[in-house]
């Protein structure tokens, strides 16, 4: 059997009054692509938000690489160094160049030797295509390049496990499949472990091991890929699939 | 006698103590501004934490200082807290206080505003990252949020630097108090002299003041510029 990496179980979240999140188990196996899908509003972002602790949950346990995580903001800080987040709007930090975004995980929060994580940087920046941008600011680049150097800042920790919640749906359809060959290429090459929300239906195909299919904050369905496009399990899952158009 | 007035600038040592008395000024503000930006920016980042009593404390902190006029203050500091308190200070450094305590509640207010108009997601990437609070502050949103601020801080420096003009009711030898005593000293030998005097007063703090205001609009249109590229 494959080694899990990442345990939920019994997850439970609300915002004030209003309860978003029943009752959510799962697990995610060294190595496997997971895609999250469901429809707009169902808990997909505040799922995977939960996984490295942006937000707070009131019930239910997590259990990252073999140990339970005590949700403290002391304990997220060194989770969230294994578990890396590229975010829908790439917020790269505006005062910094590509490279001292880059580098700040590295060096600050982990203190690698600044010589060799620069050396790595990049490196990254080569394989995603901007080995000339290093020095430039974000607002010098165009939304796919922020996109891909936030991916390799992401990166640069050295995360086993990656998050990416819709990274494309703020671009221009021409920078779209840069990004998803990106992210295709992790699975394939480096056989990262991830989850990764996505609207791009013919992607989430192409590159998921597993679907979880979420609506109104509960799992509806958990199946291998193959399956669930072709014959999902559930009626609301045949309709979700229905109204995308791919 | 038309030269009467002008010749009060230049008998003597006037010029000089001018000068001199232009020199207290700027020192009491300079030294203020340093002290008072250094802890308002401190007190700023305080007031952004979750920590209630805190900020309730420092709210009142600033509104003390911005309800009650400078001058009431400096009366305060200089003429009852020496005696219900002991107190004693010369008054050029008492005036420095006054002046510190205030620019750092001003600030404060600043800096507070500026941090929490960084965007939301810059501090959630930065915790992705694993950017503990300090690092946060210190990396991220501190340096965005100083950007933002720098044209409301200068214009604070220059309402600072007007404002010590109330130095001389504290009988602080600044320019103003200086200038008094020497229109005073020549009033019947030069009856126009206060025109000249004034005069003076008038270039210096245009010529500190000015330039700084200027800056402040140059770089807020510069941001502006930028915000909308
Ligand atoms: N900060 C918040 N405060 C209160 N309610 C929130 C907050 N964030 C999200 N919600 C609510 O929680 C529910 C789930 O939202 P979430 O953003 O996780 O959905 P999603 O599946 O990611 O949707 P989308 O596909 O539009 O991104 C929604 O009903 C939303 O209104
Ligand atoms: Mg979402």
Not at chain 1, 39 to 43: D, H, K, L, Q, R
């Given at each position: 059997m494959a080694e899990q990496i990442l345990r939920v179980e019994h997850l439970e979240k609300s915002y004030q009054k209003k309860h978003v999140l029943h009752d959510i188990n799962f697990h995610v196996d060294k190595g496997e692509v997971v895609t999250l899908l469901g429809?707009?509003?169902?808990?997909k972002s505040t799922l995977i938000r939960c996984l490295n602790g942006l937000e707070e949950y009131q019930k239910g346990t997590i259990t990252f690489e073999g140990k339970e995580i005590v949700p403290t903001e002391k304990n997220w800080q060194q989770i969230r160094q294994k578990i890396g987040m590229v975010f829908q709007s790439y917020d790269l930090f505006p005062n910094l160049t590509v490279m001292d975004n880059i580098l700040l995980g590295p060096t600050k929060v982990q203190k690698q030797d600044k010589f060799a994580a620069k050396k790595e940087a990049l490196d990254l920046l080569k394989r995603v295509g901007l080995q000339d941008y290093a020095n430039v600011y974000p607002r010098q680049l165009s939304g796919g390049q922020k996109q891909r150097v936030a991916i390799v800042r992401a990166l640069a920790l050295h995360p086993d496990f990656m998050l990416f919640d819709e990274v494309t749906a703020s671009l221009d359809p021409e920078m779209v499949r840069g990004i998803l060959n990106i992210i295709q290429d992790l699975a394939d090459v480096d056989h990262m472990t991830m989850i990764v929300v996505t609207h791009e239906m013919n992607f989430a195909q192409q590159i998921a091991d597993k679907v979880i299919f979420l609506e109104d904050g509960h799992i509806l369905e958990q199946t291998p890929s193959k399956q669930f496009f072709s014959a999902p399990q559930t009626k609301r899952a045949q309709e979700f699939l229905d109204s995308m158009d791919f | 006698m038309d030269h009467s007035g002008i010749s009060v600038l230049f008998e003597g040592t006037n010029f000089q103590r001018l000068l001199g008395g232009l020199w207290v000024t700027v020192r009491i503000a300079a030294v203020a501004l340093i002290i008072g930006l250094i802890l308002g920016i401190m007190l700023g980042v305080l007031r952004t934490f979750k920590n209630r009593p805190l900020r309730v404390i420092l709210r009142l902190y600033l509104e003390f200082f911005r309800i009650v006029p400078t001058v009431v203050l400096l009366f305060l500091f200089y003429y009852i807290l020496p005696r219900q308190m002991n107190f004693n200070l010369p008054g050029d450094q008492l005036a420095t206080l006054v002046f510190a305590l205030w620019v750092a509640a001003e600030m404060s207010d600043i800096v507070r505003g500026a941090l929490i108009s960084v965007p939301q997601h810059q501090k959630e990437s930065g915790k992705a990252i694993g950017l503990n609070r300090y690092q946060l502050y210190r990396y991220v949103l501190i340096p965005q949020a100083i950007s933002l601020e720098i044209p409301a801080t200068i214009n604070l420096a220059t309402r600072v630097i007007k404002t010590t003009s109330l130095l001389m009711l504290i009988s602080v030898m600044d320019v103003i108090n200086i200038g008094q005593q020497i229109i005073e000293a020549n009033n019947h030998s030069h009856p126009t002299g206060v025109f000249w005097v004034y005069g003076l007063i008038f270039l210096f703090y245009f010529l500190i003041d000015y330039p700084l205001s200027w800056w402040a609009k140059r770089l807020e249109k510069k941001r502006l510029e930028r915000a909308n590229g």
């Open positions: 429809p707009s509003g169902s808990g | -």
